[in-house]
């Protein structure tokens, strides 16, 4: 028998874990397995730290997702967010699902491109569309969702030099009752500024408007924010069947369903207040079924969910590298994976776990991460079980904007691996090496020698 560990008994003020209505918190379990696979195994594999992403919880989550709006309504596309989680064997696993692709830059739309999507069946956003990236889409004829005026008179004056007709949405912002406003991203609702947009793209003539789209915010808790949004977009496209005619073939009502993470300061975990896929597309369906617009000429419903989709099958393992006493006592723990990786950790208070059972004693701990960064807090005051230097822990729910936001910072990212169906390892992507880096930069020559 291993002789255990000792740890020096303190006494200190407890700033963490004070009882709730339901009585004290409960001891962590530990999360020791990935759909039947060993963390452990995975992580002598592949290294610390080392991001996990199930293909099973995937595919799983997506078909959830689109029952609920396909049960309630004749016509539904899932568009896949490439900014949530861009990694091409992610992408990829969605497009076999069925989803198209939704990107926010040139260089996502290629990425989507060189995965395969037919242009067609591309979703262009965003504020940011160049000349070029903008002839690419009216080339490929993908579905360019118009952001503000200066982008509209793009369009309509590539129209005329490219003699093509480009396929085009506005993007709407409306009061949804959350606020602050979003408003930053498309033309306005209420000050009649989206009415003008379509009046100008319908009298341009030269442009072929096939959709309205809004994206209302992310993190969304509110099902009743999508019925309001559902009600005046469903009422622009009445205006426009009314006024010019013109039937539009989608609405899309963009992404933002709130994730099972739990944001930092909520009184509730994520788990018990997010709202279901069924709850939100009750508010979305019936909204636009009960519009104005008539039965037959409903139009499909595109749906650009994001971290809804994929936030439960990512996980971050890593090894703990050290712990420590703080100046007023409390408990440090410093794991091999900081900010740089874990992005989310600056507004979700992340579900961390130990690998291996470990000591029922629990202490009032902060997480940090590796860097040389005072910000680097990956869980400050959090009940945690008494971690030493080489165990393990995993994170929870990490899957959506963690790949895509991480920096490269102090330290290489990791190996990330899915497992698949079968819950065989697969690479995605590799650890970053100094050539990585190396191979992007030029030394001018004057620079290159130095005598120390
Ligand atoms: C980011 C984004 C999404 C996805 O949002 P989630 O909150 O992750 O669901 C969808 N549409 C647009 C336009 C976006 O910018």
């Known amino acids: 028998m291993s002789k255990l560990t000792f740890e020096r008994p303190i006494i200190q003020r407890i700033n963490a874990g004070l009882p709730s209505k339901y009585g004290m918190p ?20 592949f290294g610390s730290p080392l991001f996990i992403l199930s293909e ?8 959830e997702a689109y029952r609920a709006f396909s049960s309630r309504y004749p016509k539904v596309q899932f568009s896949w967010s490439y900014k949530t989680n861009y990694l091409n064997a992610v992408c990829n696993i969605f ?39 903008l002839k690419m889409a009216i080339q490929h004829q993908s579905l360019i969702h118009i952001d503000h005026f200066d982008e509209l008179y793009d369009v309509i004056h590539l129209s005329k030099e490219m003699e093509e007709r480009p396929k085009v949405a506005i993007r709407v912002n409306l009061d949804t009752g959350i606020y602050p406003l979003w408003d930053r991203f498309g033309f306005n609702f209420e000050n009649g500024e989206a009415g003008d ?14 959709g309205l789209h809004t994206h209302i915010g992310t993190y969304m808790l509110s099902t009743d924010a999508y019925r309001i949004a559902a009600t005046k977009l469903a009422s622009l496209a009445v205006k426009l069947e009314r006024k010019y005619g013109h039937l539009i073939q989608y609405i899309d009502m963009g992404g933002g369903f709130a994730s099972k993470n739990t944001l930092k300061g909520a009184y509730y975990p994520g788990t018990d207040t997010a709202p279901s896929f069924d709850d939100f597309a009750e508010a979305i369906t019936s909204a636009l079924m009960s519009s104005d617009i008539k039965p037959d000429h409903l139009p499909m419903l595109i749906l650009e969910t994001g971290r809804a ?9 890593g090894t703990v590298l050290a712990t420590k006493r703080l100046s007023d006592g409390r408990r440090a723990t ?15 208070d992340h579900d961390i776990r130990p690998v291996a059972p470990v000591s029922d004693q629990s202490e009032d ?7 040389c960064m005072n910000i680097d807090v990956i869980r400050s005051n959090m009940m945690f079980p008494l971690l030493k230097k080489g165990d393990r822990f995993v994170v929870r729910r990490v899957g959506a904007y963690n790949m895509t936001q991480w920096m ?13 169906k079968e819950g065989k390892p697969h690479v995605i992507r590799k650890k970053e090496s100094l050539e990585t880096f190396n191979s992007q930069e030029l030394t001018p020559d004057h620079l290159k020698d130095f005598d120390l």
């Open 309 to 317: 989709l994929i936030d439960d099958a990512g996980y971050l393992a």
């Open 408 to 420: 490269q910072f102090i330290t290489f990212r990791p190996t990330v691996i899915l497992l698949d």
């Open 365 to 371: 701990t902060t997480i940090f991460g590796p860097l």
């Open 26 to 45: 409960r001891r962590l379990e530990p999360l020791s397995q990935i759909d039947g696979v060993s963390i452990e195994s995975l992580l002598q594999e």
């Open 334 to 348: 410093i794991i091999d994976a900081g900010v740089n990786l874990l992005f989310t950790s600056f507004w979700y």
């Open 56 to 63: 099973q919880t995937i595919r799983k989550t997506y078909r």
């Open 95 to 133: 497009h076999q699902e069925g989803a198209w692709a939704e990107v926010v830059s040139g260089f996502e739309f290629q990425k989507a491109l060189a995965n395969g999507v037919p242009g067609e069946l591309i979703i262009f956003n965003g504020p940011d569309k160049s000349r070029e990236d």
């Open 197 to 210: 947009a379509l009046t100008r793209i319908m009298s341009s003539e030269r442009l072929d408007l096939v």
